[in-house]
């Protein structure tokens, strides 16, 4: 699974999509599911989170996470706000400054 940022050539609005592999007795197909604005850049997010995470051993700086969210297409306030969300309600916690699962 993976989700895609792409731009309309003409009006230069992000559309987010989800592309997922689905195999078959004829080979593997993927499908192509356009999601609402929200809830992409929410998963988006998530999957940029635990990507970071993944990469540095389940320890990593706020800033690590900010760059890879905006490399990705995500707003940096956006990231910073929902960082902050997922600390807040118990979903991540930080420890000597450091984002922790």
Do not use: W
């Amino acid at each position: 699974m993976a989700i895609v940022k792409i731009s309309c050539p003409h009006c230069e609005d992000a559309v987010f999509i989800e592309v997922t592999e689905e195999k078959g007795t004829y080979g593997t197909r993927l499908n192509a599911t356009v999601l609402p604005s929200d809830k992409a850049r929410l998963r988006l997010f998530e999957e940029v989170l635990s990507g970071v995470l993944e990469r540095h051993n389940g320890i990593a700086p706020p800033s690590i996470v900010v760059m890879e969210g905006t490399k990705r297409g995500l707003k940096q306030e956006f990231v910073r706000k929902t960082l902050n969300a997922y600390v807040n309600t118990g979903k991540l916690h930080i420890e000597n400054g450091n984002v922790m699962r």
